[in-house]
């Protein structure tokens, strides 16, 4: 299945499989999973809390070793990759993590903070390193002089989250990772954020995987979608088109969970009680099937396969909706 | 506000801080019915859980509280902590943020949820224990029985916010506080316990208060809506005459900052620029009036009171309201 999106996306993501051992128990945390990423693109990528977006967004960067399958990062496959050549690349490709406020050491100073990632890759020079600082200081909306000899407890969350993305922005990467950038943060500052991050990808000429549960979060900021279900991907399609047309059960029962603004829009009742299995014993065949209203005995024996449904638009399902 | 159950009347709530008085809740007037549902919005930091904290009179001791807060007949403020204890079980219930702020990490469900029944009604052992399991049923937890045995660490958080529930339910209250219950939680999870909530206050002809930042959690699930902005309440209405005409400019800003689904990837997002103004230093005029895109006049200079708009039932403090027609 190839799931192709360019003729050199930047990040390619091969039959990945990441595993968990607990107790002598096997999480299956990541199964088989397989994304292409085009230059200048941002994937968002959604799914359930524990199902496997952050693994997966750490074993892209090689922080979590894979059990199998290939990472290829502009044609080089970074699982691979050791010593001084993975850190070559490695500077290329940065995370922004889910909750800012513990992400940032609360006894260095911020200018310290956002510094390191530099001092880490050999930059010795003080006064370029400060000049760098500076620059993404303000490029965040932060003023470096105002902000850079204070401590993270004096700022608030989405003060923090704009230090965290200037220290991700620091050595000029390529590619971002967005760990749920703004699940912590409240209705004013989610949107001030992801406008900012639109704006850096823009001026720095970013790719971006954003990760994020909240599929209107997604929306507004992805050209495509991944959405993903205990470890493994039930559909990939261009943002638009995924919700105007989902078609994997999965991704409708999303939809169906967005709170609309509008007294008259009723909330549906539909949503099933029930919570995702554990990733210890999933369900065999389609994970999904025990909370799937179509679900029949072929989706208990057989796995579905990620196969186009339209153009461009991908779902692991036996019965799509489309 | 005669005949509601609970009426806060004028509260304030002023914190001592190094900096100086922190007026956290200003002037608040509210009322909830029984069988009703009202619903808090606003900003991280303005003072809805304050409100909340004074309503159940579990305020920080440096605290100081002022105003009434009239529950079923009585002025909440002039209680012993002993009569506010056994209320706080029984009539009054609250489920927090963070479930494990009301559950205790080393003892099981069971135990929980046994003891808080037996404290409160005058039930045996095997009672409470069948009370418990059907709770947890009520509650959509699978295996009710098995869970009594287990402890909150085990469960997930969605799971976690059930028991949570199940614990402030178990008592029949007649008020229930809702404050944010699933922020920290998934949508799916999130639509399941806001449905979960909605049934078991229609089925009890509870009052219900939910607190949240989202104005999409109140659309369809609340009677009633108040807008909180720097400790005061800046619009108050029935839900369906503020998502239909909103006169205050915080309100439309509210709605505004929240991602929509018909709206193309990568539009700006209208953000509300800036952060509500530091509540040891209040300003003068509106407290919005910084950030506000209608700033004129005395907006600055002169602290816009409550006033009615076309019903008295729909209230809000501004100076220049946005126009009939305009807005949502
Ligand atoms: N224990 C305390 N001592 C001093 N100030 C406090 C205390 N708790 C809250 N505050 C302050 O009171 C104001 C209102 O706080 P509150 O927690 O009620 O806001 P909130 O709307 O619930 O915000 P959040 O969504 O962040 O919980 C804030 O300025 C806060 O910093
Ligand atoms: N360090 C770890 N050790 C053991 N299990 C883990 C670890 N990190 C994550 N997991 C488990 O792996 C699964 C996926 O976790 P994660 O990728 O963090 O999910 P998400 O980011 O989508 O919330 C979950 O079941 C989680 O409990
Ligand atoms: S494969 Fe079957 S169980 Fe899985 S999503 Fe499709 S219909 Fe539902
Ligand atoms: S009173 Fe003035 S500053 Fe305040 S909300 Fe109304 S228009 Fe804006
Ligand atoms: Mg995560
Ligand atoms: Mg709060």
Known sequence: MMLQVASDPLMKVENLVVEYSVGGKTIHAVSDVSLEIARGETLGLVGESGCGKSTLGRAVLQLRQAVSGKVLFDGHDLTTLKGEALRQMRRRVQL???DPIASLNPRRRIGDIVAEPLVIAGVKDPEERK????????AVGLDPVLVSGRLP???SGGQCQRICIARSLVL?????????????LDVSIRAQILNLLEEMKARYGLTLLFIAHDLAVVKAVSDRVAVMYLGRLCEVAPSEQLFARPAHPYTALLIEAIPVPDPDVRPTQSVPVGEPPSPIAPPSGCRFRTRCPRADARCASEVPELRVVAPGQYAACHHPLV | MSGALLSVENVMVDLPTPRGNLRAVDHVDLAVGAGRTLGIVGESGCGK?????????????????????????QDLTGLSAEKLRKLRGRSLAVVFQDPMTSLNPVLTIGTQLIETIQEHLELDLAQARQRSIELLAAVGIPAPEQRLAQYPHQLSGGMRQRVAIAVALSCEPQLLIADEPTTALDVTIQAQILDLLAREQQRRHMAMIIITHDLGVVAGRTDEVAVMYAGRVVERAPTPALFKRMRMPYTEALLAALPKLDVAPHTP???????????????????????????????????????PAETQEHVYACFHPIAAGAGA
Not at chain 1, 172 to 184: G, K, L, Q
Not at chain 2, 50 to 72: N, T, Y
Not at chain 2, 271 to 294: E, H, M, N, V, W
């Open chain 2, 49 to 73: 859980t304050m409100l909340s904290r004074a309503i159940l009179q579990l305020l920080p001791k440096k605290a100081k509280l002022s105003g009434r807060v009239m529950f079923d007949g």
């Open chain 1, 172 to 184: 000029n990467p390529e590619f971002v990772i967005c760990d749920e950038p703004v699940s912590a």
């Open chain 1, 131 to 138: 000049r760098r600082v500076s620059e993404v200081l303000s």
């Open chain 2, 269 to 307: 997002l209208p953000a509300i620029s800036g952060r509500p103004p530091d509540p040891t230093r209040p300003l003068k005029g509106c407290s919005f009036s910084p950030r506000c895109r209608y700033s004129a006049g005395r907006c600055t200079t002169e602290k816009p009171q409550l006033s």
């Open chain 1, 153 to 155: 407890h004096e700022f």
């Open chain 1, 96 to 98: 922004i993590f889910q």
